[in-house]
């Protein structure tokens, strides 16, 4: 089968894509591992226009709930391994097979940094984890560690303050970086202890977590947690994708119509080199790449 457009992710960018995309009677599939994208992960949202307050597994459930009340196609759970332009059609190539469309929107987010420390692999999932909002309370009442100082690790930080014991917060630049209001809440309580200029050598344990290596100005030490939390920034699903210009962090270039540097290829979300990565702009964005692809379509017919 031939569509109009495919998109591949289903997060906040290609949610709102495939909502606006489906409203101006484009013939689309969805290809995604997952519903949600990060937004999925966050904890408490206090900066997403309309809600107040609303928790990110919440809000990704509107996002799905809006976009199934639309008649579209979706390829739920199939990881998308090839993207490229084929003379006036794109070819999009899964792990299942592959699918041909006039046009394309990648809104394939970021995914989590890893340390590339000794033991982080061996204990990944076993006291090792890159969610706080899906693994968080299963450490209740137990110290832990996060690793970071941006607005993710303080977000992670925020949340195991209500679940866990002790909470220290581990970051390799000398001051945090996060959002102030976030880094007050932080300062504010006693169960976190927040160390700068400090990184992370090891981890260790058994069979499961039981320690963090830690090292910084004072020497090396050994901290007792029973989980770490890796959030120390994000990278780009963009490795599939043949063709369009990327920038030095693998961040897909887009201009403000959400085109890449191939006709018929479009880019919106985390993915690319718009600046700030938040779930409004990448929501706004999405909205942006469906309507250059109508455009688009409309003039190639």
């Excluded at 999925?40 to 307050?53: K, L, M, R």
């Excluded at 169960?191 to 200029?197: A, C, E, I, R, S």
């Excluded at 961040?251 to 990565?277: L, W």
Aim: aromatic fraction near 6%.
């Amino acid at each position: 089968m031939r569509y109009d457009l495919i998109i591949i992710g289903a997060g906040p960018a290609g949610i709102t894509a495939s909502v606006y995309a489906a409203r101006k009677k484009m013939k689309i599939l969805v290809i995604a591992e997952d519903i949600g994208g990060q937004a999925a992960w966050s904890g408490d949202i206090e900066n997403y226009t309309g809600y107040q307050f609303i928790s990110g597994p919440d809000l990704a459930a509107k996002f799905e709930e809006h976009m199934k009340k639309y008649d579209i196609e979706l390829k739920e759970g199939e990881k998308v391994t090839g993207l490229e332009k084929k003379e006036s059609l794109v070819l999009v190539k899964t792990v299942k097979g592959s699918y041909e469309a006039k046009m394309a929107i990648v809104a394939s987010g970021k995914r989590s940094r890893e340390l590339g420390v000794p033991g982080e692999k061996e204990f990944k999932n076993k006291g090792l984890t890159y969610c706080a909002t899906c693994d968080g309370p299963l450490f209740s009442g137990k110290d832990v560690a996060v690793i970071g100082g941006g607005n993710s690790a303080l977000d992670a930080a925020l949340q195991l303050m209500r679940i866990a014991g002790r909470v220290y917060l581990i970051n390799i630049t000398p001051t945090l970086t996060g959002d102030a209001v976030m880094q007050e809440k932080i300062k504010n309580d006693k169960k976190v202890l927040v160390l700068n200029d400090t990184h992370v050598s090891a981890v260790l344990g058994d069979k499961m977590v039981n320690a963090i290596k830690i090292k910084n100005k004072q020497g090396e030490k050994t901290l007792p947690v029973e989980g770490i939390f890796v959030e120390i920034g994000l990278i780009p699903n963009s490795e599939f994708v043949k063709g369009p210009d990327k920038n030095e962090r693998g961040e897909i270039k887009v201009n403000s119509y959400n085109e890449t540097s191939v006709r018929a290829i479009f880019a919106s979300g985390d993915v690319t080199d718009v600046p700030e990565k938040q779930i409004i702009i990448a929501a706004g964005e999405g909205a942006k790449a469906a309507l250059g692809a109508f455009k688009y379509l409309a003039r190639e017919r």
